[in-house]
Structures are given as structure tokens and as C-alpha cells.
């Protein structure tokens, strides 16, 4: 997830542009901005680069997911059905939106298990969200059908993935709506940003209302706006666009970079017999911003886990351990640490978010190994890189 590798000329001139002007905003200021519409722009390559209908530049990944929620109509006390392995950000827009997040197993996808996500929905179950995590595919079909036959809305969590397909088509068009992320450690960045995409006009209208205080933006330099419904500011600023206007240009290269250096590290791997891969439900489509392998059992996953830190093997993540992206970790969300009083108290029963059933998660992601996969890596540190798992993994 390299995004922050690859600042160079092209980002510095489409900063150069918004500076000229000093119109740092994505709305109004019409008349003195020189031309320059950075965000406009970025969503109309999105669109175009993920084969989606419309498109909302925001101000984060968290955003986006805040807006998706509010879009699909997510209220207070529905439940919105999530994985287990995940980034806090997930469960954040679903406690934004008041809704109940309700946790569904992972399988060896490393995302959302359709046959856990059949079995955890109930009458007040709205949304699901699965989340392609480490730049690799969901079973998304089956989710997608889970999902229509339930009558429940699939909102893609993106942020990982920008640029994998499942068989040709971009994650994050397979629902209702897709979320992205630009943040420091995406596949592109903003500094800071995200995008909803949807097919679906009155969706996106409401999206970009939501994300601006429910203006309509009808009208020259904001002369005639009406506010048909409350929203709230996750508006990105134009010299955030403009960065990610230029890494989106760069998006093609940086998949086929990361594609070859992610082969190169699997053929490492591919030397030591107990190694399994994770399952990639079309790997043609993979981004490969990571390569993650599974043990055969716990003990192993933490010796291999030690042998290549000491072996210098850079850029290993045990998530089991780690605590930003297991839930068994998030003693806050456990114990509802919220600052003031959070809605979920006034249901009836409140929801016990301490009580999580992922036992099979935990049989997978105790077995789970990911390695960052850089673009900036020569052909030397590559084979350097390959000679240091292949020695770890022997002894
Ligand atoms: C990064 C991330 C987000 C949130 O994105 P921000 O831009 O950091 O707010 C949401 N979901 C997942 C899975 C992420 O990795």
C-alpha cells in the first residue's frame, strides 16, 4: 500500500496549480480558480478507472464509510454485519451511523465468510460490509447473493483495495456502494482522503449532500443551493485532490509493480513445504499490496514470525498480536469506551460488544502471516529479500 513511495514531479504540478489560484476548496470560488476543478476531476477518473456510474471525493476512508452508511439510509439500532479481520475504521461508520455492528468468521480469503454472514443475519440486520482486506478479493459473488436474498445492502469497504478486479470488475462496484481510502499507508494517497462510488444517482446525491452540510450544490458559485436534508463537513480540500489526481495517473504502474514483486517474494515462500498461501478467489485480480501465508498451526505462525524479523525480512505482520486490526485486541470497542453517552445504550437489550463468536477467525488469523510489498524495491534487494526468507523458513 505504497502510496506515500511515489510523491514526485507529477503530484508537485497539480499542487502548483491549486496554489496559483489560492482556491483551496472543492466548492465555489467559480469565477477566480483558474480552470481548476482538482476534485471534480479525481472523481471523474475514478469513475472512469473503476467503471462506476458516480463518484464523491471526500475527506477520509472513515468518511467515506460515514457517508455510505447515511446514503443507504443505516440508522439508529440497525444491524450491520462486519469481519472479524478489519481495520477499527469499519466499525466506526457503523457506530456513526447509531447501527449495531455485528461481527461475521473470516475464512482463508482473509474476508468475510458468505456462509457466517447467512448465518448472522436477523430481522434487524440492514447492511453488510465486507472488507477486501490487503488488497485481495472477498468472495464477493456469494456476498453479493447473500445479500439479495436477504433483502440486506452490501456496502463494499474498498479502503485496501483500489485497483483489484473480481473477474474484470473493480472491487467497491459490487454493492450498493463502494468506500476508499487515500490515507498515508493506501495504494494512493491525498495526505488524507476518501471516495464513495455507486451506480445509483439518488444514492450519490444524497452522498455529496450528506458530506457537505446537505447542500444540494445547485447553481452558479453556490448562489442557489437548497439543503434537502442534514449532513455534515467531510469535505476534502482541493490541494489533497490535487495529490491524488496524479497517484490515481500512476495507478496502472503501481499495480503491475506490486504484482511482480509480490511474485517474487511468493516464489520465496514457495520453498518451504508447510507454507499455505491465503485463497484468492480470483488472482488475476489481486492488487498484491501484500503476500500472506498461513502456517499449518499457531506455534508455527510465531516462530516464523520471529525467525524472519531476525533473518532482516522487512515489513511481517502477525495480526493476531497486532492491535489495530483484530477485534479481540479492541478492549475500546469491548468496553464501549466512547466519550460521551454512545446510542447503543438505549437500545433494549443495549448489544454486549464484548461478546464475540470468531472462534474460526481466530483459527485462521492465529495461522496468518502478511508481508508489505514495496514498489521502490530493485531487482537486488529483491533477491536479497528472497535469499532471507528462504534461509529463515530452513531452519
Ligand atoms: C484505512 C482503512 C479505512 C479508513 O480509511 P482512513 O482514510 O484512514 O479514514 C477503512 N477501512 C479499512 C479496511 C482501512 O484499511
Known amino acids: 500500500m505504497p502510496g506515500f513511495e511515489i510523491f514526485g514531479d507529477e503530484e508537485r504540478a497539480e499542487v502548483a496549480d491549486v496554489l496559483e489560484t489560492g482556491v483551496l476548496f472543492r466548492y465555489g470560488f467559480d469565477d477566480v480558480r483558474g480552470g481548476h476543478w482538482k476534485t471534480r476531476t479525481f472523481e471523474a477518473e475514478l469513475c472512469r478507472a473503476l467503471g462506476a456510474e458516480h463518484c464523491h471525493v471526500c475527506s477520509s476512508g472513515t468518511a467515506a464509510l460515514d457517508i455510505a452508511m447515511a446514503a443507504c439510509g443505516i440508522g439508529a439500532g440497525d444491524e450491520v454485519i462486519v469481519p472479524a479481520f478489519t481495520f477499527i475504521a469499519t466499525i466506526e461508520g457503523v457506530l456513526q451511523a ?48 447473500v445479500c439479495a436474498a436477504s433483502d440486506v445492502v452490501l456496502i463494499e469497504d474498498t479502503a485496501q483495495a483500489l485497483g483489484a478486479t473480481f473477474r474484470g470488475q473493480a ?38 449532500q450528506y458530506a457537505d452540510h446537505g447542500h444540494d450544490h445547485v447553481g452558479h458559485d453556490r448562489g442557489a443551493e437548497g439543503h434537502p436534508i442534514l449532513g455534515t463537513n467531510h469535505r476534502i480540500s482541493e490541494l489533497g485532490a490535487a495529490v491524488g489526481l496524479a497517484q ?45 501465508v498461513l502456517a499449518p ?30 477485534p479481540r485486541k479492541w478492549d475500546h470497542l469491548r468496553e464501549m469506551r466512547t466519550p460521551g453517552k454512545s446510542p447503543l445504550t438505549l437500545l433494549d437489550p ?46
Open 98 to 145: 447509531g447501527a449495531v455492528p455485528v461481527f461475521a468468521d473470516i475464512d482463508e480469503t482473509l474476508c468475510l465468510d458468505p456462509a457466517s454472514v447467512k448465518d448472522r443475519i436477523t430481522d434487524r440486520t440492514r447492511a453488510v460490509v465486507p472488507v477486501h482486506m490487503c488488497g485481495s478479493m472477498a468472495r464477493i459473488d456469494e456476498i453479493s447473493a
Open 171 to 208: 472491487l467497491g462496484t459490487f454493492g450498493a456502494m463502494g468506500c476508499y481510502s487515500f490515507d498515508p499507508v493506501k495504494t494512493i494517497t491525498c495526505g488524507e482522503g476518501g471516495a464513495v462510488v455507486t451506480d445509483d444517482e439518488a444514492l450519490y446525491h444524497r452522498a455529496e
Open 248 to 292: 490515481l495517473r500512476k495507478l496502472d504502474w503501481i499495480i503491475q509493480t506490486q504484482r511482480r514483486n509480490k511474485a517474487r517474494l511468493r516464489e520465496a515462500f514457495a520453498t518451504c513445504s508447510e507454507v499455505t498461501f491465503r485463497t484468492i478467489p480470483d488472482p488475476a485480480g489481486d492488487s498484491a499490496t501484500f503476500l500472506s
Open 297 to 326: 498451526d499457531e506455534e508455527t505462525a510465531r516462530r516464523w514470525t520471529s525467525v524472519l524479523a531476525g533473518a532482516g525480512v522487512p515489513g511481517c505482520f502477525y495480526w493476531y498480536d497486532n492491535n489495530w486490526h483484530y
Open 350 to 395: 443495549p448489544p454486549d460488544l464484548s461478546e464475540m463468536d470468531i472462534e474460526r477467525s481466530d483459527q485462521v488469523m492465529s495461522r496468518t502471516i502478511s508481508m508489505l510489498v514495496k514498489l521502490s524495491w530493485t531487482d537486488g534487494e529483491l533477491d536479497d529479500i528472497q535469499e532471507r526468507i528462504r534461509t529463515a523458513l530452513e531452519g
